[in-house]
């Protein structure tokens, strides 16, 4: 049996390596998070904490796999159609942390849209769909423990997970795009930043799809390779950073100066502020208590002295006091 050894172990070898690069890219955007935004909700932290863990693992599951078909059975060429339990788990993990990251663009959309169940609720359940393909690959990946068998009887599992990803993502970014749109007709003030926030969207659901896509595109067209699987090791990379750039990002539209964000005092949903549960309640609370200002009182005091013997009355006049 004959392996085209490039595109089977070079192709894992090369996404562990991006991987993991990837992977020490979402570490310092963790840590730069919880440096910056220590007053942000429990909720918000904890999404957080989750989303680094379940990369940091995806990471230590990616590794493994590559020590099974490169160092421990690298002179059985032929093993490369075994799938290692630690393979299989990636798959879980990256789906794991996509819903995650999907969830948390839905809200923001839900909140965008004054509350709009119409569009949230179904965005939801494609998540949730996605999530339970993807599951349901890495249990029949376990059971299995062979990708040929795998590629003819499960094709459809791995197909759907990755396509309604791929849905979910240009959903998410045109639905945010168009909301984000209306807000700039209703707040003109505003389109400086708007305009950032739309290219921002576009771009970060652009490059998420587009790798979900390209994986797509290799596992239906080389599937007897292991190409599509070297690119889905970096798409979970690739939706972490997003989630924790989009947080981030706050701080960069706090130092838009005041004058640009007058239309609405810089409470706009986009912004994270109170709508999306960032900040805590003290600091929502410090943050709309009403400014203390300062009153002067001006006093002209003016006294009256007689002057004995003399029968008259001097006026005498004081600089007036401030208090």
Known sequence: MSVDVPRTFGALMVGGIVAAVFSGVVTSQAFAYFKQYPDDAPTVKAIVGVVWGLDFWHTIFVTISLWYHLIEHFTEPENIDYIPWSLAMTIAF????????????????????????????PLGIIAVAR???????????????????FVERYTWSFTTGLTLSAVLDVLITGL????????QKSNSSMNHILDKLMLYAF???SLTCAATVVSLICWLAMPENLIFMGLHFV?????????????NKRRVLQAVPRSQQSGSGGNLAIMFPDSFGLTSRKTRHESHAPALSQVHIKVDQTKMSVTD??????????????Y
Not at 99 to 120: C, Q, T
Not at 235 to 247: M, Q, R, V
């Open 235 to 247: 798409i979970s990379k690739f939706y972490a950073n997003s989630l924790l750039a989009t947080l």
């Open 203 to 205: 771009e970060n659901g």
């Open 94 to 121: 990256t789906a794991t942390l996509t819903f995650l990251v999907h969830l948390f663009f839905v809200h923001r959309i839900f909140k965008l849209s004054h509350n709009n169940y119409y569009l949230a609720i």
């Open 131 to 149: 999530l339970a393909f993807a599951c349901l690959t890495t249990v029949t990946m376990i059971t299995l423990k062979s990708l040929k068998l």
């Open 309 to 322: 013997g003399a029968g008259a009355s001097d006026l005498k006049s004081e600089s007036p006091q401030s």
């Open 176 to 183: 945010l795009c168009y909301l984000l749109l209306k807000s």
